[in-house]
């Protein structure tokens, strides 16, 4: 046999050459991947063996000949580490692209091993638990529910018409993703939402009209409550960007005109109101307290500050105490009740409240406005003595928004007689 002796098989080769001098091996020679290899054998046939496989392996474009023993080992080890994780984890992961993640992990980490930074990720992150919308809505009104119950003699955080309005605007949010979890939300989903706002369902005959800006900026804050919520309960990751949706971005509302009554139809609705309307009204109208305000009143509240009235901060929208003067006209119509001591001015439920008012305008025969009374006060007030500041500090308001608003509506004559409204001389 002449050596040295060639091994082919198709365009590969391996050549196997014979022991020489002190050096009793075959030794057994090929190229792969550019490089030229070397392995030794005792026997022909160990080496003969080894080559035909090799060249069979080369010919079929396999790289595992340039491995050595070593090499193969860890190989083989990565290849079962890799098949473990996806049978936990169901991922597939490439050993390349193991070590490719691995190599510029280490190179960004400064001698710390990946398993250091890991741990010292997860420190400062939040594990992040699946949540459906709905459910979760669900959790976040019922723990709000709560701040809608008060204590004995004293205000709830949260009113229950606010409660309940923001339970309908969350309630279409979840409808509208159904089956969706808090954690895949997007600002895509955001989009959707407030685009979908663009028509509501009402009870006109239309079926649906268009949403205000201000109703949508209602949503958007329903919203934006929600998923603060949703961050602290771990069911959105503290990164989400949601609030960077351009939907999420608050409108600019159109100012709507200011409407407010007449001191003619003041008068007319003082004459026509009963005994429990009388001086609701006329406290609204003369000295300009909210409706939510006027409702939770007591007559101990009219008496107890000589001259004014007296709204507590806990009777206040603001949740600052203000006291609003009696003007003569207000303090004529208010005389006849001042055997009534305490109680409620208006014991029933706002939307009896709001009922009653509409029989009255009706019966009056006045055309009733939204806010009207609280509207008149500030529109003649601000009239009468051109001070914003004045005038906020009467309605509980910031003198910006009276001066927005109020400015420009009404003379000063116009003010002069819608505060001597006075009962009828019997």
Not at 190 to 215: M, P, Q, W
Request: aromatic share 10%; glycine share 6%.
């Amino acid at each position: 046999m002449r050596f040295p002796v060639t091994i082919r098989h198709r365009t590969s080769k391996a050549k196997i050459y014979a022991p020489g001098g002190k050096f009793a091996y075959y030794r057994l020679a090929y190229t792969t991947a550019g490089n030229r290899r070397m392995q030794t054998f005792a026997a022909y046939s160990d080496a003969k063996a080894a080559a035909e496989r090799i060249v069979r392996e080369l010919a079929n474009g396999s790289q595992a000949a340039a491995l050595n023993a070593t090499q193969s080992r860890d190989a083989l080890a990565a290849f079962e580490r890799l098949q473990g994780f996806y049978q936990a984890s169901g991922r597939r992961v490439s050993l390349l692209a193991a070590v490719s993640d691995f190599v510029e992990a280490s190179a960004k980490l400064n001698g710390r091993t990946l398993s250091e930074a890991v741990t010292g990720y997860l420190r400062t992150v939040a594990n992040v638990k699946r949540k459906s919308i709905s459910e979760a809505v669900e959790e976040f009104l019922q723990a709000d529910a709560p701040r809608t119950k008060a204590a004995e003699g004293q205000r709830a955080q949260l009113s229950g018409k606010y409660a309940y309005n923001r339970r309908l605007q969350l309630t279409r949010f979840s409808d509208t993703f159904p089956g969706t979890a808090v954690t895949d939300l997007s600002k895509e989903h955001l989009e959707t939402f407030i685009g979908s706002l663009d028509t509501v369902k009402t009870k006109s005959r239309n079926g649906r009209a268009a949403s205000s800006a201000k109703s949508r900026n209602h949503y958007r804050a329903a919203v934006r409550q929600f998923l603060l919520w949703a961050v602290r309960k771990d069911y959105l990751p503290p990164t989400h960007r949601l609030f960077e949706a351009d939907a999420m971005r608050p409108e600019r509302a159109n100012t709507a005109a200011v409407e407010f009554y007449t001191p003619g139809e003041l008068a007319a609705m003082l004459a026509a109101a009963n005994d429990t309307f009388r001086p609701i009204i006329a406290i609204g109208g003369l000295a300009g307290l909210r409706t939510a305000e006027l409702l939770r009143l007591d007559w101990a509240d009219v008496w107890r500050v000589a001259g004014h009235i007296e709204i507590t901060a806990g009777k206040a929208k603001t949740r600052q105490r203000r006291l609003v003067e009696i003007c003569p006209a207000l303090a004529a119509w208010l005389e006849p009740f001042r055997k009534l001591a305490t109680g409620k001015l208006w014991a029933g439920h706002e939307i009896t409240f709001q009922q009653h008012f509409v029989e009255l305008c009706d019966g009056a025969k006045v055309t009733r406005k939204t806010n009207g009374l609280r509207h008149a006060f500030c529109t003649y007030h601000f009239a009468a003595h051109q001070n914003e500041n004045q005038t906020a500090q009467q309605a509980g308001n910031s003198p910006a928004m009276i001066h927005a608003h109020y400015k420009g509506l009404a003379t000063k004559a116009d003010a002069e007689k819608w505060f001597n409204v006075m009962p009828p001389k019997l």
